[in-house]
């Protein structure tokens, strides 16, 4: 038997682990969900934006570009990206045009919202306007801010077939100067009348007439009540040309009184057709931009029924 004992040798086999994955997919991962997320907040926040505002913008980064190829707003309006070529034959969409015109157009808007809201405000608190309210209309229109003073069957604006104002008239008006005279923007008014004829038809005074001189009875008010006379752009008398309710030309509510506060480019619009002679400003067609019904809502009030029906 031998001494010698065996000598036992184990062997361990060692496994390879894999090499790690580099971290460039995870990075590449997460560039791709932040672009992802970024893209659908600007879709988001593109579909809050109204469709005016939503232009302007556009208008605005595209100038910067035709100014760098062409060197300023006189430039060629070809769509093509290669400067150079033949000239456009498309004139000029914006003659006139200058880099601030369209962000002091958009602070103009601003200005004219926030002047809604705190006349929307003064009525919900006046205890004048407070009573009136049903006899107000407020609206934004492409020409700036309307304000409507509509007549009722139980409490007419002025004494029947003429100019004079009434009391509660008065105190309207006058409670409303103020915060016109604050803005800077002038003002279009314009006398509205029913269908209804006088007995003598219109061969020596006429709604014409009428119209005419009950816009400048409000215009007259408003300036006793503190609006600077300089404040006042134009006064029209526009008969019954702009019914307030189509269908029921006599109703009472047709009668009325609008106040237009012209934003900037609606009187810019308006200066350049006067120094040309032109005639294409349509007072009717700003008047009537608002089509059906007419309800009026008051922040902080319940909202109102239609305004339209005439009231016994």
């Given at each position: 038997?031998?001494?010698?004992?065996?000598?036992?040798?184990?062997?361990?086999?060692?496994?390879?682990?894999?090499?790690?994955?580099?971290?460039?997919?995870?990075?590449?991962?997460?560039?791709?969900?932040?672009?992802?997320?970024?893209?659908?907040?600007?879709?988001?926040?593109?579909?809050?934006?109204?469709?005016?505002?939503?232009?302007?913008?556009?208008?605005?980064?595209?100038?910067?570009?035709?100014?760098?190829?062409?060197?300023?707003?006189?430039?060629?309006?070809?769509?093509?990206?290669?400067?150079?070529?033949?000239?456009?034959?498309?004139?000029?969409?914006?003659?006139?045009?200058?880099?601030?015109?369209?962000?002091?157009?958009?602070?103009?808007?601003?200005?004219?919202?926030?002047?809604?809201?705190?006349?929307?405000?003064?009525?919900?608190?006046?205890?004048?306007?407070?009573?009136?309210?049903?006899?107000?209309?407020?609206?934004?229109?492409?020409d700036g801010l309307?304000?409507?003073?509509?007549?009722?069957?139980?409490?007419?604006?002025?004494?029947?077939?003429?100019?004079?104002?009434?009391?509660?008239?008065?105190?309207?008006?006058?409670?409303?100067?103020?915060?016109?005279?604050?803005?800077?923007?002038?003002?279009?008014?314009?006398?509205?009348?029913?269908?209804?004829?006088?007995?003598?038809?219109?061969?020596?005074?006429?709604?014409?007439?009428?119209?005419?001189?009950?816009?400048?009875?409000?215009?007259?008010?408003?300036?006793?009540?503190?609006?600077?006379?300089?404040?006042?752009?134009?006064?029209?008398?526009?008969?019954?040309?702009?019914?307030?309710?189509?269908?029921?030309?006599?109703?009472?509510?047709?009668?009325?009184?609008?106040?237009?506060?012209?934003?900037?480019?609606?009187?810019?619009?308006?200066?350049?057709?006067?120094?040309?002679?032109?005639?294409?400003f349509d007072l009717?067609?700003?008047?009537?931009?608002?089509?059906?019904?007419?309800?009026?809502?008051?922040?902080?009030?319940?909202?109102?029924?239609?305004?339209?029906?005439?009231?016994?």
């Amino acid at each position: 038997m031998s001494n010698h004992k065996d000598r036992v040798i184990i062997r361990r086999k060692k496994m390879a682990h894999a090499e790690h994955h580099g971290g460039s997919w995870k990075i590449a991962y997460a560039d791709f969900m932040t672009a992802m997320m970024a893209f659908f907040l600007v879709m988001w926040i593109l579909s809050l934006v109204p469709k005016q505002d939503l232009k302007e913008i556009a208008d605005y980064f595209r100038m910067p570009l035709m100014d760098a190829v062409s060197g300023g707003y006189q430039a060629d309006y070809s769509r093509s990206v290669i400067p150079g070529g033949q000239p456009s034959l498309v004139p000029n969409p914006h003659p006139g045009a200058n880099p601030g015109q369209a962000a002091d157009d958009r602070l103009d808007v601003e200005r004219l919202e926030d002047l809604k809201s705190a006349l929307e405000e003064l009525i919900r608190i006046d205890p004048v306007l407070k009573e009136f309210r049903p006899q107000l209309l407020l609206d934004m229109t492409q020409d700036g801010l309307r304000i409507q003073i509509i007549d009722r069957q139980s409490r007419p604006m002025f004494s029947t077939g003429s100019a004079h104002v009434q009391i509660y008239m008065r105190a309207i008006l006058r409670s409303l100067s103020s915060s016109l005279n604050e803005m800077p923007n002038r003002i279009l008014i314009s006398g509205h009348t029913d269908s209804l004829q006088y007995a003598s038809g219109e061969r020596l005074y006429s709604n014409w007439e009428l119209s005419a001189d009950r816009a400048n009875a409000a215009r007259q008010e408003l300036v006793a009540g503190g609006l600077a006379e300089a404040k006042v752009k134009q006064v029209v008398g526009l008969a019954d040309s702009v019914s307030l309710v189509k269908d029921n030309p006599a109703a009472a509510v047709n009668r009325r009184i609008s106040l237009l506060v012209l934003n900037s480019r609606a009187e810019r619009r308006m200066d350049e057709q006067a120094a040309s002679g032109s005639q294409e400003f349509d007072l009717r067609e700003a008047m009537q931009e608002t089509e059906g019904p007419i309800s009026i809502h008051i922040p902080g009030l319940p909202e109102m029924p239609s305004a339209l029906p005439v009231v016994p």
